[in-house]
């Protein structure tokens, strides 16, 4: 099993389930030879002598988050420790994989003959897959680089103060490697995905490549980016070293007393998609901690048929179909319920075996089919989320999963509210030939674009202005995660790699139109003494605001949100707001 999938309900209130990972889990997550594991925990009070105690390495985030690194035999006698409160384990991090500036209302904002914004004194921040830092639209004319900082958290190096591994660069150290015939031997940060540096280049690219023509938003906005991933483990990102970037980069924007806009383009479908695990709370206290907007994007999984939703009734039989495609050698289900409802689960394997009838009662219970090992956990209820979830982890004991049809049966008793849930993994994850025969559009965000207090943006085909297929849905209960705001998403011409342009598509496209608009708007109210509150939430209400809304549509809505981003509208109501002028609402 591989247990950054487990969800942190196994580490709240489940011993029976914790013990089972600690005992038969933990050896696949890390290298065999590794003792050592990551999670993250809420504490109260001054945790500096649980290091001690745990013989653990406690490294505290903001207020009462930290990640604890920890050797696995000792993992239960923290979970006991009186002054732990929550724990959760890390997750696997997917990305959510001319600029249309005019359509989304950028270009007058940028004109010299209107606002004239361009972003400066304000830091865009890309925690991503890297940048590409020689790439002409991430430098000045002079041809030195407008990036202040880089961290790469994949490299061996100097760390940043405060932090224990990786290895970060300032703009002095990327100026001499750009002065240097062979620049990778100076820094050798790359961004091998290229998904930073696509991303990076519509918020803040200055188009020098093509003399101007593919203009980001920010052109003269400074950068820092990271460049997320595990702790020397695996290559791809996890939740604690995106947690780990954001705190890097808030704390350089208060040292250099700019405010910031920070682009995330990670997501999972690991979770309840209620904005309550501690990745989701943990990023909704930062946001209020220094001047900045967090953006995120709704994630490419509205048409991937990875969210089933299903009503129960009492004593009743319900058989879900799903497919898996080739290739495979792991996957999951996560299934969310009221605790109150009593059923039991059984799977149906493709080649007509069964796992048997699965309860409660169980716990924890693995069975093997064929070359396929299957592990169920019934989580329980924690003091922060009422609901409950069932966790199906399905794993090749050798070679891979064979393609096909499953069935998971449940069989109700006594139903009280009936509602349930499930996610299987990311298109990045799985494929797009991995789904359920009868999916829900709906609740597709991906997490942690469900957490409050971001922006979180879903994206359209401004070429016909609809929502673009792939794109997040929230929910038709707009007290649930649902997008803030849509941009651009489809078909966009962005910076790649090595040089030159290319086109990209997907929601990771769409949140860096907002990024950017965040930094304007921040260099008009912070840095320019329009507007000194000009951050965080009031940005958000004041992008709401100006979004363009169709005539016979209802807003908010899942999947536009509040409507499509128009800067120049959201900077007229702020002019307006700013002197008291009469605003005629429509």
């Known amino acids: 099993m591989n247990t950054e999938n487990i969800h942190y309900d196994y580490l709240n209130g489940n011993v029976n389930a914790l013990e089972y990972i600690i005992e038969n889990e933990y050896a696949n997550l890390f290298d065999a030879d590794v003792d050592t594991i990551e999670v993250i925990a809420r504490f109260s009070g001054d945790i500096s002598q649980l290091a001690e105690e745990l013989d653990a390495e406690v490294e505290v985030l903001y207020y009462s988050y930290a990640i604890i690194t920890i050797n696995k035999n000792n993992l239960l006698r923290l979970y006991s420790h009186p002054q732990i409160e929550s724990l959760e384990l890390p997750k696997s991090l997917y990305f959510n994989s001319v600029f249309n500036l005019l359509t989304s209302c950028i270009r007058t904002v940028q004109s010299t003959e209107s606002y004239n914004l361009r972003g400066r004194g304000v830091i865009v921040a890309i925690i991503d897959s890297g940048i590409d830092y020689t790439h002409r639209d991430f430098r000045n004319a002079d041809g030195t680089s407008r990036i202040l900082y880089i961290w790469d958290q994949t490299a061996e190096g100097t760390p940043p103060e405060g932090f224990a591994s990786g290895a970060e660069y300032n703009n002095e150290e990327i100026n001499m490697a ?11 940060m790359v961004d091998t995905n290229g998904h930073g540096t696509a991303v990076a280049g519509i918020a803040c690219g200055n188009g020098i490549s093509s003399n101007g023509e593919n203009l980001g938003v920010a052109p003269e906005s400074d950068i820092i980016a990271v460049k997320v991933g595990t702790r020397g483990y695996r290559s791809f990102a996890r939740t604690t070293e995106l947690m780990r970037a954001i705190k890097y980069v808030i704390e350089k924007a208060r040292v250099l007393n700019k405010p910031c806009a920070i682009n995330i383009s990670f997501g999972t479908n690991n979770g309840s998609h209620r904005g309550v695990s501690l990745l989701e709370t943990y ?11 967090i953006v995120i994007p709704t994630g490419n999984e509205g048409s991937a048929g990875h969210h089933y939703q299903g009503q129960l009734t009492s004593n009743q039989e319900t058989s879900i179909e799903f ?3 080739a290739g495979l050698t792991q996957f999951y289900i996560t299934l969310w319920k009221n605790f109150v409802d009593e059923f039991t689960v059984e799977i149906i394997f493709p080649g007509g075996g069964s796992s048997g009838i699965i309860g409660i009662e169980s716990q924890v219970k693995t069975v093997r089919y064929s070359n396929v090992s299957l592990t169920v956990i019934y989580g329980q209820p924690s003091h922060y989320s009422d609901r409950q979830e069932i966790f199906f982890n399905f794993t090749a004991a050798e070679g891979l999963i064979s393609a096909g049809v499953w069935r998971l049966v449940i069989r109700s008793g006594d139903i009280v509210d009936g509602q349930i849930e499930m996610w299987l993994p990311t298109t990045e ?22 957490a409050r207090k971001i922006i979180t943006v879903s994206g359209y085909n401004d070429r016909i202005g609809n929502i673009a297929e792939f794109s997040g849905r929230g929910n038709v209960n707009i007290e649930l995660p649902n997008p803030d705001i849509s941009a651009p998403a489809v078909g966009i011409i962005s910076t790649k790699v090595g040089g030159g342009y290319d086109s990209f598509t997907g929601t990771s496209m769409a949140a860096p139109f907002v990024t950017g608009s965040a930094a304007l708007m921040m260099q008009w109210g912070i840095v320019n003494e329009n507007d000194p509150f000009l951050y965080s939430e009031r940005i958000k209400a004041f992008l709401r605001l100006g979004a363009v809304r169709m005539r016979n549509v209802r807003y908010p809505n899942p999947l536009f949100g509040y409507g499509k981003l ?3 509208n959201t900077m007229s109501y702020l002019e307006e707001y700013k002197y008291g002028g009469n605003i005629l609402w429509r």
Do not use: H
């Not at 002065?179 to 820094?187: L, R």
């Not at 930062?286 to 900045?292: D, F, L």
């Not at 994850?429 to 469900?450: D, M, Q, W």
């Open 566 to 568: 128009c800067l120049s």
């Open 429 to 450: 994850e799985v494929t797009a030939g991995t789904f359920f025969s009868t999916p829900s559009i709906n609740n597709t965000l991906t997490i942690p674009s469900t």
């Open 283 to 293: 990023i909704e206290y930062v946001s209020a901690i220094w001047k900045i907007a």
């Open 178 to 188: 750009l002065e240097n015939a062979f620049p990778f031997q100076v820094i050798p």
């Open 323 to 325: 497919f898996t495609s």
